[in-house]
C-alpha cells in the first residue's frame, strides 16, 4: 500500500487558482480595431479563436498536472510492504570446539561408518545451529591456541560453513580449555541484555593456555556467563595389538572433574557423549535447557517514491520548455 508522509501538502493544490484570482491581472495593451474587408475573413479569425482556446486549454492543464506532480514528490509518498516477522531471543550463544590432536580418534560412528571426534561433532553440532533460529550464534575454535572463528551473528548458515570447514590441528595439537572460555568471556561480557551461553566441546584435559580452565570458569560466573560442557569420546573401543585385539580407553586422558567444576562454577550442566546418539540427545537437551524464545518483531518494509512523481514534473516541465521555445512550437507564448 501507499502512504504519504505529509499528506497535508495537497491542500497547496488550489494555490495558483487562487493567486490568479486574487491577484491583480496586468495591464493589457489596447489593441488597433481589426478591420475585416471580406466576411470570408471571419471564418479564418473564428478558427483561429478556437486554435488558441485550445492552446490556453492545453496550456493550463500542462501546468496543473506539473503542479499537481510537484505536490506529489513533497508529499513524500512511501510504499509499505506486508508485515515480516523477525524471531529475536535476545540470546547469545557461542560455540568452542576442540580441534587438538585427540580429536582425530576414530570411535564415533555415522550411518554405520566409523568417523572422528570432530566429524561427529560437526554432523551434530550443524543440526543445533540450524536450529537456533533467533539467537545469535558465534564459534571459537580452540587447540594449543583459541582462536574467534565467527563473532556472533544471526548467520547460522555461515557459522555451520565454518564449523563443517574446521580441520584437526589447525589451532595446535594441544588443549587450552581456560583460553576458550576466556576468549568467549571478553566476547560476551559486554553484552548487556538477555542470556549468554557457551557450549564447550573437548575430549581432554586442558594442557596449554594461559588461563587454567576453573580461574576461567569463576570469571565467566561474575560475568553472568552460563558453560555447558559436553565431554565426547567412547569408554572402550577394540584395537588391534601385537597381541590380537584388545579392549582400550580412548577417552583416559577426558578431565571430566574439570568440565564438571566449570559447568557448576556457572550454572551450567556437563554432558558425556560417548557415541553420536548421545550427541545428538544432548543437544536436543540443550535445546530445551535454552529453547529458542517465541517473541518476535515485526517490521513493514519502506521504500520511498517520492523520485517518481518528482522525475515525471521534470520531463514534462523539460517538454513544456521546448514546445515553448521551439521555431514551430505547438503552445505559443501568451502576450501578457
Known sequence: MIEWQWPWVFLLLPLPWLLRRLLKPMPRTPGAALRVPDLRDFKRVSIEAVQASRQVLWHGLWLGLLWLLLLAALAQPKWVGEPVSLPVSGRDLMLAVDLSG????????????????????????????????????????FGRN????????????????????????????????????????????????????????????NTAGEISPLKAAELAARHGLKIYTIGIGADEMLRESFFG??????????????????????????????DTEELEKIYRILDELEPVKVEEKTFRPVKSLYFWPLGVAWWLALLYALLRLWPGRLMPQRNG
Not at 577417552?251 to 550454572?267: P, R
Open 102 to 141: 585427540s580429536m582425530q580418534t576414530e570411535d564415533f560412528v555415522i550411518n554405520s561408518v566409523p568417523v572422528d571426534r570432530l566429524t561427529a561433532t560437526k554432523y551434530v553440532a550443524s543440526d543445533f545451529i540450524e536450529r537456533r533460529k533467533g539467537d545469535r550464534i558465534g564459534l571459537i575454535l
Open 146 to 205: 583459541a582462536y574467534l572463528q565467527a563473532p556472533l551473528t544471526f548467520d547460522r548458515k555461515t557459522v555451520e560453513t565454518l564449523l563443517m570447514e574446521a580441520q584437526i590441528g589447525m589451532a595446535g595439537k594441544e588443549t587450552a580449555i581456560g583460553d576458550a572460555i576466556g576468549l568467549a568471556i571478553k566476547r560476551l561480557k559486554d553484552k548487556k541484555e538477555g542470556s549468554r551461553v557457551l557450549v564447550l566441546i573437548t575430549d581432554g584435559a
Open 245 to 274: 585385539l584388545q579392549r582400550v580407553n580412548p577417552s583416559a586422558e577426558l578431565d571430566e572433574k574439570t568440565l564438571k567444576a566449570i559447568a557448576k562454577t556457572t550454572g551450567g550442566r556437563y554432558f558425556r557423549a560417548r
